[in-house]
């Protein structure tokens, strides 16, 4: 049986701004999921044997997730996200991904904005910006499920 791959569009965003209701981000035009790694520290010493360098595992940290909007400066949503970078505290949100379930795959996960980069303002393209999201803790992920 082949794999199955996932397309792109039809992907979403979201966040919780209030309550425990998500709340989608909109005109979101890329995203770059999460990007997991786990420190890996070296324990090897000079009496190690098999001249093999040794290691242990830490801590994982969870990565960032950075996403791009066409930004527009009357939606409600989009003022949120710079509420709630200037408030510095964790927000959850939810990356939605298509796989024509019922109940869509999922992910998870608590996060600090910590940047907003702003894109060039030019003739003939679309005001954008650029949020980047520092998780804190770890990134639930759920499979879809048809119910």
């Known amino acids: 049986m082949p794999p199955n791959t996932l397309p ?72 949120a996200l710079f509420t709630k970078f200037a408030a510095g505290l964790p927000v959850d949100f939810k990356l939605v991904l298509v796989d024509d379930m019922t109940t869509p795959a999922n992910e998870t996960f608590s996060a600090i904005i910590s940047q907003v ?10 005001q954008e910006r650029t949020f980047t999201l520092d998780i804190t803790g770890g990134v639930t992920r759920t499979a879809g499920a048809n119910t």
């Not at 001249?51 to 949503?77: A, C, M």
């Not at 980069?117 to 679309?126: R, S, V």
């Open 8 to 79: 792109n569009e039809g992907t979403s965003l979201s966040i919780k701004l209030s309550g425990e209701t998500f709340t989608e981000i909109p005109q979101v035009t890329s995203i770059d999921a999460p990007n997991p790694s786990r420190a890996m520290i070296p324990t090897s010493h000079l009496r190690t044997v098999g001249y093999h360098t040794k290691r242990s595992s830490r801590l994982v940290d969870s990565g960032q997730v950075s996403f791009t909007i066409f930004y527009d400066p009357n939606d409600e949503t989009h003022q």
């Open 117 to 126: 980069e702003g894109g060039g303002i030019e003739i003939e393209t679309n």
